[in-house]
C-alpha cells in the first residue's frame, strides 16, 4: 500500500489505480457496509449487542477480503469502457456480495447461534449490499484522486516514452 500506480488500467479506460485508493475504497466501503450490516442485523435480531458484535466483526474480515476482491478485479479488462461501466459495476458488485454473503452468514451464525437468523441477515443484505456497492463504485468513478493516465507512446520509435501530465 505504498501508493504506487499498477501498470493495468482500471476504471475509466486508460487510467491506473494505485493500491492507496484501493485501499481508500476499501475502507469507504467498509464504513457503508458495517452501517447497513448493524441495521439489518438490529432489525432481524432485535439485539443491540449481536448487531455491534456482527458489525464490528465484519469490520476486520472484509476490509481484507475488499481489498483482495478490488485487486483481483483490476486484473479483469472487461467493462473498462464507458460504455460498458455500469455492467461493470454491477457485476463487480454482485461478486463481491456472493463473497461477502458467505462472511456475512459465517459471522452471523457464530454471533447469534441461531442459523435461521444468519440466513435471514445474509438475505437481506444480497439485496441492500448490491445497491449500495453500486452506488459507491459510481462516486468512486467520480473520484480522480489516486489514478494517473498511462505514459503516452512516443511519436517515433527511437524516442523516449512521455510521462502524462
Known sequence: ???????IPTGTAGAHEAHLRSFAKGVSWRFIGSMDTFILSFLVTGNPIWAVSIASA???TKITL??????A????????????HHV????????WRALATVDTFLLSWLVTGHIGKAATIASFETVTKIALF???EQLWA???????EPPRRPAKDDE??????
Do not use: C, I, N
Not at 500500500?1 to 501498470?7: Q, S, V
Not at 478485479?73 to 460498458?84: C, K, N, S, T, Y
Not at 473520484?143 to 494517473?148: D, I, K, L, N, S
Open 142 to 148: 467520480r473520484v480522480p484522486w489516486g489514478r494517473a
Open 134 to 136: 453500486y452506488l459507491h
Open 73 to 84: 478485479w483490476r486484473l479483469v479488462r472487461w467493462g473498462r469502457q464507458d460504455a460498458a
Open 1 to 7: 500500500m505504498d501508493g504506487t500506480l499498477d501498470t
Open 66 to 71: 475488499f481489498y483482495l476482491h478490488e485487486r
Open 160 to 165: 523516449p516514452l512521455v510521462e502524462a501530465a
Open 58 to 60: 465484519e469490520a476486520v
Open 88 to 95: 461493470r459495476a454491477v457485476t463487480k458488485g454482485a461478486s
